[in-house]
Nanobody, 126 residues
Framework: VQLQASGGGLVQAGGSLRLSCAAS????????MGWFRQALGEEREFVAG????????YYADSVKGRFTISRDNAQKMMWLQVNSLKPEDTAVYSC????????????????????WGHGTQVTVSS
């Protein structure tokens, strides 16, 4: 699976963005997906994950209630709606995928993911 993230930008605190992740390549098998972010000088951290069907999602505590992950397998797309942005949300956001045998599985550890897209920068000004 090849992944391409887009949609980042510069926004003021309290603003919103919609990040997109387009998948291509071998997409005929089930694959779970997720979003991760890495701030300058920090370790990569999990943001949100979604199962193959999209019925199951999981969020980092820091983004619960503000971010929403979704996907459309027919379009081979995943999105992350980010609302009420804070300066501490500033980071490079990357999407990731891994094949899975369980349609309901959500993965939160970066080591569980095999495929990664180039990130998109989100900068939140105060």
């Amino acid at each position: 699976v090849q992944l391409q993230a887009s949609g980042g930008g510069l926004v003021q605190a309290g603003g919103s963005l919609r990040l997109s992740c387009a998948a291509s390549g071998r997409t005929d098998s089930m694959y779970a997906m997720g979003w991760f972010r890495q701030a300058l000088g920090e370790e990569r951290e999990f943001v949100a994950g979604i199962s193959w069907t999209g019925d199951n999602t999981y969020y980092a505590d820091s983004v619960k209630g503000r971010f929403t992950i979704s996907r459309d397998n027919a379009q081979k797309m995943m999105w992350l709606q980010v609302n009420s942005l804070k300066p501490e949300d500033t980071a490079v956001y990357s999407c990731a995928a891994r094949y899975t045998h369980g349609f309901a599985y959500v993965y939160t550890n970066g080591r569980d993911y095999r495929y990664w897209g180039h990130g998109t920068q989100v900068t939140v000004s105060s």
